[in-house]
């Protein structure tokens, strides 16, 4: 069996989101079906001594492994096509904190690779941001000016992922006008440019704030994943929307994303993940507290029916949906494991994750591999079959 392609760029491209609104969306009721069990046996993949798994990548039925080692220089990359294949790409830092990195994404399309890693230091102990391009012969950091990720009114750096062929990087930077933006960043050559914000849907308002944790990639268009905070007389609301552009450039279009609000406890509810086919856009997140999923395509946007009831980890999110022989999976940190939810048609089944909180997640051939992080933030790499 094989892992479908998931594809942003055709949905994107051809306009199947135009349709969607950026005014708000009617409170559906949520509806919740039975589950079967989902049989799942994790395997620890071993990693050379003194790694810790950090994050996961694909390309086709390559597998890149972002890993933080014990001794300096502390990024590592590992490649291959099973456990037993993995190897080191040949990395080479150049500035003082790339020594110490910390991967935050690594993404790979067409045997190209770039990556962002950051590492705390200076006077205020911010992040220090490097960013790294290459391929699995070698993967190199390309030093950028200070101010083009740091200094005043810099936010974090959230993510990176293709349009097209054209890596994009996701944060945040101070607005113009009110809080911070979202930002995005563009790459010509070596250097990184951040584009404007402020003044379109990407820019907080003195009654909106907007607020991006995830990037996706598909074709030549993007899908960005977050929340917008309603400040109103009297009350604060936190909502799910996505925004989505036909490429690196924009234009930037908001989708709110409709959910029912819950009559007790948190109402707060955001969009952590997206996935896409060239038929829809599947959108992972929480509504007070519990896993939700919405289902974007066309002109419609609607929660997806018999959703698992299941309570996800404070502050943990929800990873992007993947697809094993026509099937989607979900990984959910939930307690103080995870639970892993499968959809085929209208059916749902769900089974326990690996021990330790997700923090990335492929589909590959009929597996789905896992990264986990412990209470002391190690991280471990787990594979299971899923069919």
């Known amino acids: ?45 071993a990693l050379p001594p003194g790694l810790s798994a950090v994050t996961l990548a694909s390309d086709d039925s390559t597998v890149l492994v972002g890993a933080f080692s014990s ?41 190209h690779i770039d990556a962002i890693a950051g590492a705390r230091g200076g006077a205020h102990g911010n992040y220090r941001w490097t960013t790294w391009s290459g391929t699995t012969t070698g993967v190199a950091e390309q030093e950028q000016p200070f101010g083009v ?62 607020g991006a944790t995830a990037i996706t990639s598909g074709g030549d268009g993007l899908v960005l994943s977050g929340s917008l905070t309603r400040l109103e007389p009297g009350s604060v609301t936190v909502s799910p929307a996505v925004w989505t552009s036909p490429d690196a450039d924009g234009p930037w279009t908001r989708v709110d994303l409709p959910h029912a609000v819950p ?10 993940a997206a996935t896409c086919t060239p038929h829809q856009c599947l959108v992972a997140g929480t509504v007070g507290g519990r896993f939700s999923l919405w289902e ?9 029916p018999g959703i698992p009831d299941i309570e996800v980890t404070e502050n943990a999110s929800v990873l992007p949906p993947v697809s094993v022989d026509g099937k989607d999976d979900f990984v959910v940190p939930s307690g103080k494991g995870s639970k892993v939810l499968q959809r085929s048609g209208e059916d749902w089944s769900v089974g326990d994750g690996p021990d330790g909180t997700p923090v990335s997640a492929i589909a590959h051939g009929d597996e789905v591999w896992v990264v986990t992080t412990d209470a002391q933030g190690m991280g471990t790499l787990w594979r299971s079959r899923v069919a």
């Open 1 to 45: 069996m094989k892992a479908r392609s998931l594809m942003l760029g055709v949905l994107v491209g051809s306009g199947l989101l135009v349709g969607a609104c950026s005014t708000d969306s009617p409170e559906p009721t949520r509806t919740t079906g039975p589950t079967s069990h989902l049989g799942l046996s994790w395997q620890r993949v």
């Open 296 to 304: 974007v395509g066309g002109t419609t946007t609607t929660n997806a």
């Open 71 to 111: 001794e300096r220089p502390h990024p590592r990359i590992l490649v291959g096509t099973s456990p037993t294949t993995l190897r080191d790409v040949p990395l080479t830092p150049r500035s003082p904190y790339a020594f110490e990195g910390r991967w935050s994404q690594i993404v790979a399309r067409d045997g």
């Open 149 to 210: 990720f740091g200094s005043y009114g810099a936010g974090d750096l959230a993510g990176m992922a293709y349009a097209g062929t054209s890596p994009v990087i996701l944060g945040a930077w101070q607005s113009d006008r009110t809080g911070l933006d979202i930002a995005t960043w563009n790459r010509t050559g070596p250097r990184w440019a951040r584009q404007t914000s402020t003044g379109t849907p990407l820019g907080s308002t003195p009654s909106e704030l907007v």
């Open 263 to 272: 009559s007790q406890g948190s109402t707060l509810a955001e969009a952590h």
